[in-house]
């Protein structure tokens, strides 16, 4: 089963405000975890991946993996209105043949 | 500048009349990958090209065709549409990193 789950939100919070977004799965054989920001009447682009468990960090932003859980974080600090956007997890198990299967999304507000 | 490009952006047309959303990557990248985007339902795999002359099926490939006789190149074909194939569209494209892909602007298109 390729099911991602990802609450759509919108969530809403204070500009500085830490986000925290998430994304549980089924499929044990998804290795590669990806978050993808997309923005209004644009095209998803990659923000961070994640290879396996454990955590990465670029910047404001931090992804982190729980293969043991099925569950995947990603931790925006010091957040901006321009973080304002649909953040989408994604999922590969290292085979081109799968693609990704995408999380549907959640609609993060930032408020000035 | 490295980019994927799709035409038309936006597209209205009428049941059985068939049509062709074209795609083009710059970035001399193997794998290709159509997607349609729809809300509730969030991103899902239509077809996907590992390489020239190479094509396989995603999730929902029903009532659509592809091709791939050129590296840069990936069109998408409806033979003949139907109102449940509007949708949002995207043509992405990757090297080796299937998880690392790149996206378009999307294509809009309505079936009336």
């Known amino acids: 089963q390729k099911e991602v789950e990802q609450d759509p939100g919108p969530l809403s919070v204070p500009e500085g405000a830490i986000v925290s977004l998430n994304c549980t799965y089924s499929?044990?054989?998804?290795?590669?975890f990806m978050w993808y920001r997309q923005y209004s009447r644009k095209g998803p682009e990659l923000l961070m991946y994640?290879?396996?468990?454990g955590n990465k960090e670029d910047g404001r932003f931090t992804a982190q993996v729980d293969k043991s859980s099925k569950y995947i974080s990603l931790f925006i600090r010091d957040s901006q209105p321009s973080d304002s956007a649909t953040y989408l997890c994604?999922?590969?198990?290292?085979?081109?043949?799968?693609?990704?299967?995408f999380g549907k999304g959640t609609h993060l507000i930032i408020q000035p | 500048e490295a980019q994927v490009t799709q035409n038309p952006r936006y597209l209205i047309t009428v049941t059985g009349k068939k049509l062709t959303v074209t795609c083009s990557q710059n970035?001399?990248?193997?794998?290709m990958s159509w997607y349609r985007q729809d809300p509730g339902l969030g991103l899902r795999q239509i077809y996907y090209s590992m390489n020239v002359e190479v094509t396989d099926k995603g999730d929902v490939p029903e009532g659509y065709k592809v091709s791939r006789k050129e590296k840069r190149n990936f069109p998408l074909i409806l033979e003949s549409p139907s109102p449940n194939q509007t949708s949002l569209y995207f043509c992405?494209?990757?090297?080796?990193?299937?998880?690392?892909?790149?996206f378009g602007p999307g294509t809009r298109l309505t079936v009336t």
């Open positions: 994604a999922m590969n198990s290292g085979g081109g043949a799968d693609g990704l299967t």
């Open positions: 970035m001399n990248h193997e794998y």
């Open positions: 499929n044990s054989a998804f290795q590669y």
């Open positions: 992405a494209s990757s090297s080796g990193h299937y998880y690392e892909q790149y």
């Open positions: 994640t290879y396996s468990s």
